[in-house]
């Protein structure tokens, strides 16, 4: 039996395994990407696509956005996000001041299981080798190389490849035996999604909602509008608490929609669209090793997920174009150390830490309803507070005036 070689392998074919694989192949570097599952497939997820995803995508061309923008039946053009406190008060920000300046939606809304396929359609053949529905059983890194064991059709399989890109989410074999990564229920959400047809009252703009109820914080509830009179519903909460509080997940969302007073008659003639189901969320909280020897990990097998929005289709895709500029130079040099591939490691965290430490932050600060109210409620009467949280979208600098003592003592004196 032959055995698949090539330079680079990846595992996995999301948003983050994918993105690794186009700019390979921009580069001319061949390589063999593998998927456990044939496409299209579902993807567990809330399914929203950032102003991250939009800038990664313009990279590889400027004409997708656009042709996102004009696919209503695929995708819901994104323009803002609805903040409601633990006391019931909404507070809309939009992304943008003026939508009459952009060409298209700063951001969008579409299921994984459109969105991801779209996105293997992408992949170059003449550079990549896919390898759908064959699943990884072992990972080795040896003197000569990594040998990757896999399963195709029922038979046993051999690859070998020089260095190897662990892009197989929250459950990643590469993270887990390569980079020794084990959960750890404080830096962990556990995630349910649900989708729904009917839910009344939608915000007109199809501005993405965000719940911050009392019985989930320091998480939140989700509502993302979809095509079709469809919606992402969900919840998202640290593993920690769940455990700790023994909190039956399904339970409590379920009993949030039908009873909790600011949703009930939203979903009284809402209808469950197939079954919820539930994925772990490795949270970006703290840094982690994301590369080693002959190995480099994007996404969320690099726990990339931001602490405070849930967002990991953006961060994921950003790792993944680092990864494969960092490939370019590994594979000209020929070298696949520890101290070479390290460099993605510093280039992920140069881009991403600042954000990520920011949002672990926010995500403990909301843990205090009365703070989270406060903050809603004067920004619902002053227009100056409102246009401010809009620019944070788009300034980090700006954002991190909410761990600052002095934006509240401001907002408290006006």
């Not at 313009?58 to 323009?79: G, L, V």
């Not at 992949?123 to 064959?134: E, F, H, L, S």
């Not at 959960?183 to 939608?202: S, T, V």
Request: charge should be positive.
């Amino acid at each position: 039996m032959s055995t698949l070689k090539s330079e680079i392998a990846i595992i996995g074919a999301g948003p983050g395994g994918i993105t690794t694989s186009i700019f390979l192949s921009r580069a001319g570097i061949p390589h063999i990407i593998f998927d456990k599952a044939d496409f299209p497939r579902d993807k567990v997820c809330g399914d929203a696509l950032s102003g991250k995803v939009v800038s990664v995508l313009n990279k590889i061309d400027p004409a997708i956005a656009q042709n996102m923008h004009d696919d209503s039946a695929h995708f819901t053009n994104c323009w803002g996000v609805q903040f409601i406190a633990p006391n019931g008060k909404a507070l809309d920000i939009p992304f943008r001041m003026d939508k009459k300046k952009e060409a298209h939606a700063p951001g969008f809304i579409g299921k994984r299981h459109y969105f991801d396929h779209f996105l293997f359609g992408m992949i170059d053949r003449d550079y990549a080798t896919v390898k759908t529905g064959c699943a990884v059983k072992d990972v080795t890194v040896t003197a000569e190389g990594v040998e990757i064991s896999y399963e195709e059709h029922g038979l046993q399989k051999t690859a070998r490849c020089a260095v190897v890109v662990g892009a197989g989410g929250d459950r990643c074999l590469v993270a887990r035996k390569l980079a020794g990564f084990k959960k750890d229920a404080r830096y962990y959400a556990a995630g349910l999604r649900a989708y729904y047809r009917n839910i009344g009252d939608m915000h007109p703009e199809n501005f993405i909602e965000l719940h911050y109820l009392k019985e989930v914080l320091p998480g939140y509830l989700w509502i993302f509008p979809l095509p079709n009179n469809e919606a992402n519903v969900g919840v998202g909460l640290l593993s920690s608490r769940v455990k700790g509080k023994e909190i039956n997940l399904r339970s409590l969302m379920l009993n949030t929609l039908h009873e909790h007073p600011t949703l009930r008659e939203r979903f009284k003639n809402a209808e469950l669209l197939g079954d919820i189901k539930g994925w772990g969320l490795p949270l970006g909280s703290v840094k982690r090793s994301l590369a080693g020897e002959r190995f480099l990990l994007v996404g969320d097998a690099g726990s990339l997920i931001d602490p405070f929005t849930g967002e990991g289709i953006g961060n994921a895709m950003v790792s993944g174009r680092l990864a494969a500029l960092a490939l370019a130079g590994l594979v000209k040099e020929k070298n696949y150390g520890a101290e070479a591939t390290r460099r993605y490691e510093e280039q992920v965290y140069e881009k991403l830490w600042n954000e990520l430490k920011l949002s672990h932050t926010l995500q403990r600060l909301v843990d205090y309803p009365w703070l989270y109210n406060w903050v809603v409620n004067k920004a619902r009467k002053n227009d100056t507070v409102r246009e401010t949280f809009t620019f944070m979208f788009d300034d980090l600098n700006m954002r991190a005036k909410l761990k600052s003592p002095a934006f509240y003592f401001k907002l408290l004196f006006g």
